[in-house]
């Protein structure tokens, strides 16, 4: 009886953790122990991985002067994409994996991409794995909702892919059969951001009632 309760504490903490996850992009100035670091991508390694390719590396920035360098190059080359689209590209862009607010944020901080976070972790895979993409996700999100458990913050980055088209790519020694998937950030937390509303009219049941 005693291990039904607990269990189902376990499970609600869970949930919980899922639902208090946020993209948070304001961090204090606090550094991250190794240890936790650690922890947090050994729960990444956990994910699931098609044919158990377990198909992440993960390459780790903690220097600030150097994660301020790598923000400033990356955010040149997507401003640079940016502008290629063209004034809707940028409406768009904005519509898309980030509202408005984000965009101008973008376009007016000092580090528009790692949001002066205190660790970068970029997670690559090999370049012929036609799953990894699917693979590296499950593993970020492992890796998130356990820095949220841990009592950190995360934000994942689609922009730091960008990273291979800046001179900075050689510092990080990423061999030529892979290549950066995502990112994830994460530190202590300075914001609380909104919960973005669910959309919830996805659902088909095929089956009749
Ligand atoms: C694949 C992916 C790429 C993302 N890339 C960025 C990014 O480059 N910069 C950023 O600030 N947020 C990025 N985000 C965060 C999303 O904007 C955020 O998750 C979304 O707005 C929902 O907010 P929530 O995570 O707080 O629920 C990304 C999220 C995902 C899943």
């Not at 050689?170 to 892979?178: A, M, Q």
């Amino acid at each position: 009886m005693e291990t039904l309760t607990k269990k189902k504490a376990n499970i609600s903490g869970t949930l919980e953790t899922i639902y208090e996850r946020r993209a948070v992009r304001k961090y204090k100035h606090q550094t991250v122990d190794r240890k936790i670091i650690e922890q947090i991508i050994d729960a990444g390694r956990m994910a699931p991985s098609a044919i158990n390719k377990q198909p992440w590396k993960f390459y780790i920035l903690t220097d600030k002067d150097l994660i301020h360098s790598f923000s400033k190059e990356i955010g040149k080359v997507a401003a640079k994409g940016v502008l290629k689209t063209g004034v809707k590209g940028i409406i768009n862009s904005l519509r898309g994996p980030f509202h408005l607010l984000q965009g101008i944020k973008f376009v007016m901080t000092s580090d528009p991409v790692f949001h002066g976070a205190p660790v970068v972790i970029f997670i690559t895979a090999p370049k012929e794995n036609e799953w990894a993409s699917l693979d590296v996700g499950m593993c970020a999100q492992n890796m998130m909702l356990a820095a949220k458990t841990l009592g950190l913050e995360t934000c994942p980055i689609g922009f730091a892919k960008f990273v291979e088209q800046t001179n900075l790519y050689s510092k990080l020694n990423i061999p030529d059969s892979e290549h950066v998937l995502l990112a994830i950030i994460l530190g202590y937390g300075d914001e609380k951001p909104e919960v973005h509303q669910r959309k919830k009219d996805n659902v088909i049941y095929i089956d009749p009632l």
